[in-house]
């Protein structure tokens, strides 16, 4: 059981904008700053959104986060076969003292 | 190029001991903070430890306290991880990545990853 829930699974057709949700807590989300990774079968996660909302050189402006009080979102407009992956958020805990991972989103392109 | 390569991984019995060496390049690494994160087969990614910069501080995951010790060489450029008593629920791949901190805004994410290291523990 993950202290950050994420859908397991979303889909989109190509063209399509998705949205992956991902719920914590005070403790964790509602303090600190949110991170999404991106992680390709067989391949190491990659960093894809940081601070909430800012996207590492070299990532598309298809991909955008936001963050509401307790909660955070991935959204990516424009789906492209390539996006096919797993996701994942993260942050800090300040009760954990550690980082937490959500469990994880795994995106089809139909 | 800033490089991460993992080493170390390999089958052991239930209650062994394991060393994770992770060696880095093409940065300063005495500049970052430094953790390890884990993938079970087939399940999400788990955060096991992270040190700071000069090693003063250290975090875990509590399920390894006191079981996994993570430590640095500065000097050679390399993190490990100490791993004793090892479970078989501690079968992971396990990734070092490098955390890039901004001072005044805070952690700018895990923005560099190896590509892995399998520990198996198996009897």
């Known amino acids: 059981q993950s202290v950050l829930t994420q859908p397991p699974s979303a889909s989109g057709t190509p063209g399509q904008r998705v949205t992956i949700s991902c719920s914590g807590s005070s403790s964790n989300i509602g303090r600190k700053s949110v991170y999404w990774y991106l992680q390709l079968p067989g391949t190491a996660p990659k960093l894809l959104i940081y601070?909430?909302?800012q996207r590492p050189s070299g990532v598309p402006d298809r991909f955008s986060g936001s963050k509401s009080g307790t909660s955070a979102s991935l959204a990516i407009s424009g789906l492209r076969s390539e996006d096919e992956a797993d996701y994942y958020c993260a942050t800090w805990d300040g009760s954990l003292s550690g980082w937490v991972f959500g469990g994880g989103t795994k995106l089809t392109v139909l | 190029e800033v490089q991460l390569v993992e080493s170390g991984g390999a089958l052991v019995q239930p209650g062994g001991s394991l060393r994770l060496t992770c060696a880095a390049s093409?940065?300063?690494?005495?500049?970052?903070?430094m953790t390890w994160v884990r993938q079970a087969p087939g399940k999400g990614l788990e955060w096991v430890a992270n040190?700071?910069?000069?090693?003063?501080?250290?975090h875990y995951l509590d399920s390894v306290n006191g079981r996994f010790t993570i430590s640095r060489d500065n000097a050679e450029n390399s993190l490990f991880l100490q791993m004793s008593t090892l479970r078989v629920e501690d079968t992971a791949v396990y990734y070092c990545?490098?955390?890039?901190?901004?001072?005044?805004?805070?952690?700018?994410?895990?923005?560099?990853w190896g590509q892995g290291t399998l520990v198996t523990v198996s009897s």
């Open positions: 040190i700071k910069q000069d090693g003063s501080v250290k």
């Open positions: 601070r909430n909302d």
């Open positions: 093409g940065f300063i690494f005495s500049d970052y903070w």
């Open positions: 990545a490098r955390e890039s901190v901004n001072l005044n805004l805070g952690s700018d994410g895990f923005d560099k």
